[in-house]
C-alpha cells in the first residue's frame, strides 16, 4: 500500500494537450502515473449518471482513486430551513453521483457560523450533520466517506478540532486536512516536518491510528492574510508551505494518504512533483532498512 497522489479538477495542462472532457481525465492521469483524483461538484452536482459511470470505469482501468468535493453551498451550522433542506440534497446528490462514479470519499465543507458564537455554531453543525447521516442510513448510502474538511479563514467552521469532532458522529466520517488551509489559518504555520507529524498524532489520538495513517489530505501553496487563506498557488512560486515535509513524512512513518494537489492550473504537474519525491525517499529509505 502506497500514498496516492492526484488533483483536484482539469489542470491548465489538460486543456493544452487537447483533451475537453472529465471522462478522459483517467487515461490522462495514467500517462502521468498518478493515481488519484477529485472529481469537482463545488459549484453544483450536474453530472449524467451516464458520464459519471463512464468516469469511473476508465478511472479504475488506470488505477486511478476517486474521491468527489461537494457543493460549496453546504452550510451546516445555518438557521435558514430552506438552506438546510438544500444542504441535505446537496449531499444525497454528492452520494449518487458516488456510488455511480465508484468515489469512496467526499470532501465538503462545514460552512460559517454567522452571527452565532462559534461553540454555539458547532452544536448546530452537529444536529444537521446527525439529520444527514440519519438519510444517508435510511437510503442505504453508507460505506462512502464523507470528509469535513479543515478550512483555511478565520471566520469559517472547519479547525482541526472541529473536523474531528465530527469524525466522531460515525465510522463513516474522516477528515479531510488540507495543510494549506492549516499553514493560512495560523498565520504561517506547519511548515516543518515536526509540526506537520503534531496533525497526523493528534487524528491517531482521536479517531484512530489507521484513520491517521490513510488521511485524505489537500495541499498547495497558498498567500494568506490577517483573515487567513486568499488565493492558491503553483509550487514554482514563492509562497508556504513547502510540499517536502509532508512527503518526507509520509514516506519514513509508512503513512498512506491520498494527496490531493489544488495548485492552481498546475495541480496534475505538481502532484507529480510530489509523488516521484514520496517514492525516491521511499526506496530510498527501505533499501537502508534492509541493510
Known amino acids: 500500500m502506497y500514498a496516492q497522489f492526484g488533483p483536484a479538477g482539469n489542470?491548465?495542462?489538460?486543456?493544452?494537450?487537447?483533451?475537453?472532457?472529465?471522462?478522459q481525465m483517467p487515461a490522462w492521469?495514467?500517462?502521468?502515473?498518478?493515481?488519484?483524483?477529485?472529481?469537482?461538484?463545488?459549484?453544483?452536482?450536474?453530472?449524467?449518471?451516464e458520464t459519471a459511470r463512464e468516469i469511473g470505469r476508465r478511472s479504475a482501468e488506470h488505477g486511478v482513486k476517486l474521491s468527489i468535493h461537494a457543493p460549496y453551498f453546504i452550510s451546516?451550522?445555518?438557521?435558514?430551513?430552506?438552506?438546510?433542506?438544500?444542504?441535505?440534497?446537496?449531499?444525497?446528490?454528492?452520494?449518487?453521483?458516488?456510488?455511480?462514479?465508484g468515489a469512496d470519499r467526499i470532501v465538503f465543507h462545514m460552512g460559517g457560523p454567522g452571527k452565532q458564537e462559534r461553540g454555539a455554531a458547532m452544536e448546530r453543525v452537529k444536529r444537521s450533520f446527525g439529520n444527514v447521516l440519519e438519510q444517508v442510513e435510511k437510503r442505504g448510502l453508507t460505506g462512502?466517506?464523507?470528509?469535513?474538511?479543515?478550512?483555511?479563514?478565520?471566520?469559517?467552521?472547519?479547525?482541526l478540532a472541529e473536523v474531528m469532532e465530527l469524525c466522531t458522529m460515525s465510522e463513516w466520517v474522516r477528515p479531510a486536512v488540507d495543510f494549506g488551509h492549516l499553514h493560512a489559518v495560523t498565520g504561517g504555520k506547519f511548515v516543518t516536518k515536526q509540526e506537520i507529524e503534531t496533525v497526523f498524532d493528534a487524528v491517531a489520538e482521536k479517531l484512530g491510528a489507521e484513520v491517521a495513517k490513510n488521511l485524505h489530505i489537500h495541499f498547495s501553496r497558498i498567500e494568506f492574510t490577517k483573515g487567513?487563506?486568499?488565493?492558491?498557488?503553483?509550487?514554482?512560486?514563492?509562497?508556504?508551505?513547502?510540499?517536502?515535509?509532508?512527503?518526507?513524512?509520509?514516506?519514513?512513518?509508512?503513512?498512506?494518504?491520498?494527496?490531493?494537489c489544488e495548485s492552481a492550473g498546475t495541480q496534475a504537474n505538481d502532484a507529480k512533483v510530489m509523488q516521484d519525491l514520496y517514492f525516491s525517499l521511499k526506496q530510498a529509505h527501505d533499501a537502508s532498512a534492509t541493510m
Open 144 to 159: 462512502i466517506f464523507l470528509c469535513p474538511e479543515t478550512m483555511g479563514k478565520q471566520n469559517q467552521l472547519g479547525s
Open 11 to 23: 489542470p491548465d495542462a489538460f486543456y493544452e494537450a487537447g483533451n475537453k472532457a472529465s471522462v
Open 228 to 260: 487567513g487563506e486568499k488565493r492558491h498557488w503553483t509550487f514554482a512560486d514563492n509562497f508556504g508551505p513547502p510540499h517536502e515535509p509532508l512527503v518526507e513524512l509520509c514516506a519514513l512513518r509508512g503513512f498512506t494518504p491520498r494527496i490531493i
Open 76 to 101: 451546516l451550522a445555518t438557521e435558514d430551513e430552506q438552506i438546510i433542506t438544500n444542504t441535505q440534497n446537496h449531499f444525497l446528490k454528492s452520494l449518487e453521483v458516488a456510488l455511480w462514479m
Open 29 to 49: 492521469l495514467g500517462e502521468m502515473m498518478l493515481t488519484a483524483y477529485e472529481y469537482q461538484c463545488s459549484r453544483g452536482v450536474n453530472i449524467k449518471e
